[in-house]
């Protein structure tokens, strides 16, 4: 499984990219009109990846910005070599006319999901301000958002607007190898996690050892866990390292404070911290997970989702 994973990633994100930046630079195209629809194509697909694609943590961020780079050369070169050459439309035959269509299909598809990627950085009703929840560091957003294009949990009503995060290392990434099978390779692993507001602790579980990475639980689906009330919200902090909370049920935490660490418990993959905040004074199991009613979350007045970066220092 974890191969097939890693295989679909990396075509994803650094194969398929430098394979349609080479079709607009180098197309052999006989009319403008393909090559418009080719470019537009593989525009859209560049900025959908650039926005929703999951995998950039475990290669590099910087390609997310040398694909764009490269695009901007690929049309160049394009325009120079072979635009002055070309007719606007293909000739008349059934095969060019074919072609042509399938790219426009393909480029409109595509084109089509920009308006609702741009969505993703939106949300419905209040939003409540909270300290992050992790000490100075680098820190990416794996899924997070206003809709299900970059935010998985977007469709479970308590989880609407969590997110999961993870840390990236000295070269950018968030472990040492792709899907690495210790703890100890993702960044995240045993970094501390602090309070994100001044309130009450209403549940804690610090009894589960950790997984191996892709070894799920998803019958503990938070694994090692804390709820704080605060601001009229009940805040989730999941998948904890087992033994590191600090503070007990009943206890009054403050914005910042360290009260527990990142493990890898529950229904995970791998290593991050999975936050999420719920409307009201919730301890029930079910309204926590599933049905209660997330409110969005906003840290230093920004509103966090997939691909974004934080950068604490």
Not at 91 to 112: D, I, N
Request: proline share 5%; hydrophobic share 45%; net charge neutral.
């Amino acid at each position: 499984m974890a191969t097939i994973i890693i295989g679909i990633t990396l075509f994803a994100h650094l194969i398929l990219a430098p394979i349609l930046i080479a079709w607009v630079a180098f197309s052999r195209t006989n009319a403008r009109l393909y090559w418009l629809l080719v470019t537009l194509f593989t525009a859209s697909f560049l900025a959908t990846m650039h926005v929703a694609g999951a995998g950039w943590s475990w290669f590099g961020l910087f390609w997310r910005w040398l694909f764009l780079a490269l695009f901007v050369l690929a049309i160049g070169r394009f325009l120079r070599k072979r635009w002055s050459q070309l007719p606007w439309l293909p000739p008349k035959k059934v095969k060019p006319w074919l072609a042509t269509l399938l790219v426009g299909l393909l480029a409109v598809y595509f084109l089509t999901s920009i308006p609702y990627l741009v969505s993703a950085g939106s949300h419905d009703g209040r939003t409540t301000e909270l300290t992050w929840p992790l000490p100075d560091g680098d820190f990416f957003i794996m899924h997070g958002g206003g809709n299900e294009a970059v935010n998985h949990h977007y469709n479970v009503p308590a989880q609407r607007y969590g997110l999961d995060i993870v840390q990236l290392n000295d070269y950018g990434v968030r472990a040492r190898g792709l899907l690495p099978p210790t703890l100890d390779a993702y960044a995240i692993y045993r970094t501390p996690v602090l309070a994100p507001c001044d309130g009450e602790v209403l549940a804690a579980r610090n009894d589960l050892p950790d997984q191996k990475p892709m070894e799920m639980d998803p019958d503990n689906l938070l694994g090692n866990h804390l709820t704080i009330h605060c601001h009229d919200l009940t805040i989730v902090l999941a998948h904890l390292l087992e033994g590191t909370l600090r503070v007990d049920v009943g206890d009054h935490v403050r914005a910042g404070q360290s009260i527990a660490e990142v493990g890898n418990t529950g229904n995970t993959s791998e290593p991050h911290l999975h936050i999420h905040a719920v409307e009201g004074r919730v301890t029930d199991h079910d309204e926590l997970a599933f049905k209660g009613k997330g409110r969005s979350m906003t840290f230093s007045g920004r509103f966090l989702q997939r691909n974004d970066r934080v950068d604490v220092r």
